[in-house]
């Protein structure tokens, strides 16, 4: 019971819950002493303007209305000059508002005496006054003390007039103890208020804490982290220490301060992707039901990087309300993948495309169709068997290389050129006259020489769609295929090498 009293007379309050009350309580102040004072301007002009002539009674009423104006406009200018301060000192705002609960009490006091004089029961009109100023919160032992002085003063002036013949002492005693609980019950009421909206602000603040924190990680990992709200329509770098924001209008913007900078250095034929991946009037439709977008791009400077669009909130239907755009540089990630990529489609020895690369780019034409100008080629090195066997595999090595660097050098810009075997060439290529390109290729084999071996053979054969347009790519396979195993043929029996002992 006592810890009860105490706490309701002598409060524990958190220090943000006192500077909201003293705001509020300060805000309140000021907001009701303008209206007072305008409602009591009125009151004057109207008594005034009706009043043929002015005794002392009117003057009395008039000087104290000017009171109250004076008084309330005086606070007015006061509560709003503290308002405007970074911040309020508790102090100054108790004594403000003990000033003003007295002076407002003078008041009250005052044209409620003169009515008593008259014979008027002023107990009820005194009560609603006492109520007027009650919106000035004080704590509840000093609102308690302030009101029981006010009434004690009062009592004594009633007391001092006729000896309280008008007073009914229940009735007074009961109006007393009613102001001063409520005068406790007003603070408590603005201190329950108060704790529950800096509890909401602090956890609001908390939130927001844990999500900055969360984007000052990812800040640490990538190169360029914004933040854009779509509730605020705003956009804000989370790298900027000062954590500016940028207005958005949906109805004008379709890019980001940032991607706008950025774009300026995309390579130029990349440039409308961009536009189209950045565009922000449709990144919460693209992100709907996704964890990202991402795409990568060039920068003129730095290479290869990477832009993505990560949703932080999304709504009660699963529309992004808050998004992450960030960009980080991936060229060496990208330049590992390209070497990756090379070796796995690259033929280790001759630098060639292999296989994979052969028969990944035959399925490609197969999917799309072929041009009248494409060409399989197929080549065979003659030989082999035999370097290896009289000179080691070093040499045999050679003459692969050499096989390869004759047909990039006859085949050049006209196609791409593989090693699918042991000693097994093929080409694709684009071509009117493939029959030049293999006497290209046969010059640059009559040319050849190596350290192990001064000359090179190669057996070519070719299919052309322009010819065999009833051929699938299958077929045209074959058939050049067929042609080369007939000039290996005609190597052999020509240079009296027994096939069996030598290479295929």
Known sequence: MIKAIKNYFFPTIDRDVRELMDQTSTRNIKNVSLVVAVFETLTLLFFVLSRKSFGHEEWLSIGSVLFCIITCLSVFFVTRYMLSRDELDHLKVELMQIIYYILMSLWSMWGSYRRYERGEQILTFYACEVMLVCFIVLKPWTSTLMTLYTYVVLYSVILKADGGSGINTINFSILVLVSAIGMGM???SLRNTSEATVKLE?????????????????ADIYDKVNLIDFNENTEMSVRDKDHVKYNL???VHKHTVMSTKIREKVMPDQLDDFIAFTDISTVRERLVGKRLLSED??????GWFRAQYIPVEVDDEGMPT???FTTRNVDDERQREERLVRIAMTDELTRLFNRRSYEEDLAEYEKNGLDKDFVILSADVNGLKRVNDTMGH??????LKGAAECLLLGIASKGKVYRIGGDEFAAILHTGDPEEVKRDIESYVDKWSGQYSDKLSISIGYATHADNESLDIVGLEKKADNEMYQAKAR??????IDRRTSSR
């Open 322 to 324: 808050q998004v992450v």
């Open 202 to 218: 602090k956890s609001k603040n908390s939130e927001i804490q844990d999500k900055m924190n969360i984007l000052q990680s990812i």
């Open 394 to 399: 070093a040499g045999g090595d050679e003459l």
């Open 297 to 302: 791009f060039i920068d003129v400077v730095d």
């Open 249 to 251: 209008d949906l109805s």
């Open 491 to 496: 190597y052999y029996a020509t240079s009296g």
């Open 186 to 188: 007003r603070f408590h």
